[in-house]
């Protein structure tokens, strides 16, 4: 029989996911926001965000070490 380790005490995720996915969350929430007040719908502004999330988090992973 397997002794199981406890694992209460160990992250759901790294310190550095956390702060790449939080800031990529910011940007496209402020993409989004600004997208909106342009004049244009809900639709583009969502496409906007997720351009905006994606770029975020491909640029944030390689200058955070």
């Known amino acids: 029989m397997t002794v199981r380790s ?4 160990e992250p759901l995720v790294s310190l550095r996911s956390a702060v790449i ?5 910011q940007v496209a929430a402020l993409a989004a926001v ?3 007040l342009t004049g244009t719908g809900w ?3 969502a496409l ?5 999330f994606a ?3 491909a640029f944030a992973r ?3 070490g």
């Open 34 to 36: 600004l997208t909106v």
């Open 55 to 57: 770029g975020t988090v």
């Open 6 to 9: 406890d694992r209460t005490q």
């Open 62 to 64: 390689s200058v955070i």
């Open 43 to 45: 639709p583009t502004a």
């Open 21 to 25: 996915l939080i800031l990529a969350a």
């Open 48 to 52: 906007g965000a997720g351009a905006a």
